[in-house]
């Protein structure tokens, strides 16, 4: 079974052919810069990548494009060999606390809870109804960011806020990257044998969250109503103290928006260091002795020992971190520097095996906690969650 995973943005549509059930992955690709006449077509088949620019003026435009690519490139012989399309979605409020067969009622949803994900849902829900134009005899699937996260307990999702801001206007704590969360989990599971864990799971790439698992089920994650909220990324503050947003307003003349954006756009690693948003030029600085550069890292790296820290105490206990996603798959440099401020849990890395990339257990044999170097795949889970929910 031919399934398509799809991560639409607002002007952009990832997007993997994968083979199910055995979860081999057939070709992958993007369309970049829709709405523009040089926008960008980028298939990567039989270890191939063919690359077009061209006019995209639209998702419609992009979705067409990118079934004929895969005609065009001996991926399948027609349109009717894919038979289930998923969806990412970022926001599910608590709307949906599973993935979802999408009907006209959920793509309303969708886009009512945009709301709250105004950069996210509404170009999830333009990449959900270009699909469905092309292939409207296929199952669609919405796959939520927020999902994973729905086992929360209140104690760990609410705010301190008046409550009735979150009966009437469901202010909480979502957490996102859900499926990235799940799979890494999982496979930790699956390394040790045993569902019963304490895990600790660390995203961190441009954008990065942590989530505390247990036993299978997310009890506690570091992002909150919206991706801005936890530790400093790669160009997100993270969470800082409430009233700083007023104060600067004052300060710059600027508003309530325009202090949001800095603190998403020009915020984390970029403001920080005044170098760059990609922890490859953060590390290279570092080793060319830029103090603010080394700061930025040192920033990041405390507040997520904190984070696993206190995820540590809430869980009682801790079997594994993992790390995963761009930074934490591949920066040995900024692993080191987080486990080194854990050496009270009895957490050590194996500072040779710290250096290898791809799924692999670094920490020492005597340490407490073991720690692990997973790759992520939510690819592949929005994938199975296709198959499950269009087949029940």
């Not at 998923?86 to 793509?107: A, M, N, P, T, W």
């Not at 660390?202 to 994650?221: F, P």
Request: a negative charge.
């Amino acid at each position: 079974m031919k399934v398509m995973a799809v991560n639409a943005g607002s002007s952009s549509i990832k997007f993997q052919l994968l083979d199910m059930p055995s979860e081999t992955q057939i070709t992958s690709g993007i369309v970049e810069r829709i709405g523009s006449e040089n926008a960008l077509f980028t298939i990567k088949y039989n270890g191939e990548k063919h690359v077009v620019e061209t006019s995209i003026l639209d998702h419609g435009v992009g979705v067409n494009l990118i079934l004929e690519g895969l005609i065009k490139h001996h991926v399948i012989k027609d349109i009717n060999e894919i038979e289930g399309v998923g969806h990412r979605v970022v926001q599910g409020g608590e709307v949906f606390k599973d993935s979802v067969l999408i009907d006209e009622k959920v793509l309303q949803q969708i886009v009512d809870l945009g709301e709250m994900a105004p950069l996210h849902n509404p170009a999830n829900a333009t990449g959900i109804k270009a699909f469905k134009a092309v292939l409207p005899n296929v199952p669609q699937v919405a796959v939520f960011d927020t999902t994973f996260h729905q086992t929360m307990d209140k104690d760990a999702y609410l705010y301190g806020t008046p409550y009735e801001w979150y009966t009437k206007y469901g202010i909480r704590k979502y957490g996102f990257h859900g499926t990235s969360h799940q799979y890494v989990s999982e496979k930790a599971n699956q390394l040790m044998g045993t569902t019963d864990t304490k895990v600790v799971v660390c995203h961190i790439g441009n954008g990065a969250s942590l989530s505390a698992v247990k036993d299978g089920h997310c009890v506690d994650t570091s992002m909150g109503f919206t991706p801005l909220e936890g530790f400093p990324m790669g160009t997100r503050s993270g969470s800082i103290d409430p009233a700083i947003t007023s104060y600067m307003a004052n300060k710059l003349n600027a508003s309530a928006q325009e202090i949001t954006d800095i603190l998403n756009k020009k915020s984390g690693y970029l403001g920080i260091s005044g170098i760059s948003n990609d922890a490859r030029d953060i590390e290279q600085a570092i080793v060319e002795g830029n103090e603010r550069a080394r700061l930025a890292f040192d920033v990041q790296a405390k507040q997520i020992a904190d984070y696993i820290g206190s995820y540590h105490i809430y869980m009682g206990g801790l079997d594994a971190i993992c790390f995963t996603a761009g930074i934490g798959e591949n920066s040995s440099v900024l692993r080191q520097m987080i486990i080194d401020r854990l050496a009270v849990l009895g957490v050590k890395l194996d500072a040779e095996l710290n250096k290898l990339r791809g799924e692999r257990l670094i920490s020492t044999a005597d340490s407490k906690v073991k720690v692990f170097i997973i790759p992520t795949d939510e690819e592949v889970m929005i994938a199975r969650d296709t198959i499950r929910i269009s087949h029940k």
